[in-house]
């Protein structure tokens, strides 16, 4: 069964990062508001782990996004149509994706 996880407490953050260390890749896709902005605001990241567990970060609470960027740069990501979301990640976190693939390319 899937299991979908909602992140918006530092505890449930640092239950993310111990996932995200242990795996090889993770998928990733953003949801920002774009309309009537200069700059998107972001919104929800999503993140699932390769094992199938799925993670929406919401990205208006108060959480530091920084080290997510950091860690992620150390992973395989999975994007579908990515050029938006590594662009806004890049913005938010500082994500500098090493390996990346992008099921739409």
Partial sequence: MLQIHIVKHPHQFDYLFQQIKSATFVAIDTEFHSENRFRPELMLIQICV????????????????????????????????GREDYRILYRETGLRAARAYDTQI
């Fill in 50 to 81: 390769q094992r199938g567990e799925v993670f929406l970060v919401d990205a208006l609470s108060n959480l530091n996004l920084d080290p997510l960027g950091k860690l992620l740069s150390q992973k395989t990501i999975i994007t579908h149509g």
